[in-house]
């Protein structure tokens, strides 16, 4: 089976046999139409595919079944073009799911529940008893989110520049940004924004965020606050909206670096209170392997392949791409 995990960030291909061994992974670029392009993303896709098959010595026609999770797959638009570009591949059987079904599966063992996807960008979903799947945001601040890397980042920015101009409270930001991005002070760093108005404020103050709320800045603890209430009020919409949850507890399928790598208490605090002041069964999980092993789950239940405990500690225990 080959499962594949594309995101803006990079797209991951990984091939294993029947027992969940791991045959052949391969690693490439942006695999998300939406922000490069469908014939780039495909090319990028291909590259990972290539790779993964290559390592493991086999041939298109000897898998199976290739499941990909790509960002971006999001409505019957995009699935069209995704179907019309995946088609070219040459697997005989497959799938395209959204990213977060992808991760969804990858955390939860009975594939119901609601996926939180808190990375660069942010997104939510869930499927529930009877197969219903909804989404919640992943279109970005426009279009309602108020979470993600690049909304942090957004936001730690903002609160530096009214802090320097004495329009906001005191905070760490206005040393730490300047610092990170190689500036002299905030007055340089301003200015020299003001020249690149267009550019995005650089995922790196994402971190400075997180740092300076390890020090006790109030702006910044408020900034991860409002985002762990702002992810809250994405997976209660989830729920209010799929409903025919049969299950209890509800799990939360946690993923993404902000929530997996940030680990911030404050954001994941407020996140959980803000979701059991509505659904006080839900219960919230980090996800325990990479997101492309979710893929190759999707596979193995297209095939009817049962899963079991030996499987799913084998994809938890290979670790990423970089494993």
């Known amino acids: ?21 791991r045959r052949g992974q391969g690693i490439s670029g942006n695999g998300n139409h939406q ?31 290739a499941q990909f999770g790509l960002a971006g797959a999001d409505r019957e638009k995009d699935i069209n073009i995704l179907h019309k570009a995946l088609q070219t591949l040459s697997f005989k059987n497959w799938d395209v799911v959204p990213d977060t079904l992808e991760g969804l599966r990858a955390g939860s063992r009975t594939n119901t529940g609601v996926v939180l996807v808190c990375g660069a960008g942010t997104n939510a979903a869930g499927r529930n008893s ?3 799947t909804i989404q919640t945001g992943g279109f970005g601040y426009r279009f309602g989110d108020g979470a993600g890397g690049g909304y942090i980042a957004l936001e730690g920015f903002r609160a530096a520049v009214r802090a320097w101009e004495l329009r906001g409270p005191e905070t760490l930001l206005t040393e730490m ?6 500036y002299q002070d905030m007055e340089n760093m301003y200015h020299s924004f003001l020249d690149r108005m267009s550019e995005e404020i650089p995922l790196s103050f994402t971190l ?3 740092q300076a709320a390890d020090k006790g800045d109030k702006t910044a603890i408020n900034i991860l606050k409002n985002v762990g209430w702002e992810l809250g009020l994405a997976a209660n ?9 049969e299950t209890e ?14 680990k911030n208490p404050y954001l994941l605090k407020k996140l959980e209170k ?3 002041d509505k659904n006080p069964t839900c219960q919230l999980f980090n996800l325990e392997m990479e997101p492309v092993y979710g893929s190759v789950l999707l596979a193995m239940d297209n095939l009817n392949i049962k899963t079991n405990d030996d499987i799913m500690n084998k994809f938890s225990s290979y670790g990423g791409y970089y494993a």
């Open 130 to 132: 009877v197969g219903d």
């Open 177 to 182: 940004l300047p610092r990170s991005a190689g």
């Open 237 to 245: 919409s989830v729920i209010k909206r799929l409903g025919d949850f």
């Open 249 to 262: 507890p509800i799990p939360v399928i946690l993923v993404g670096s902000v929530l997996q790598e940030g």
């Open 208 to 210: 400075m965020v997180h």
């Open 35 to 65: 922000s490069i392009g469908i014939d780039s993303s495909l090319e990028n896709i291909q590259s990972a595919v290539n790779q993964a098959l290559n390592k493991a010595v086999l041939r298109p026609q000897d898998i199976s079944f």
């Open 274 to 276: 803000t979701i059991k």
């Open 1 to 21: 089976m080959l499962g594949v995990d594309g995101g803006n960030s990079k797209t991951y291909a990984v091939i294993v046999d029947r027992d969940g061994n």
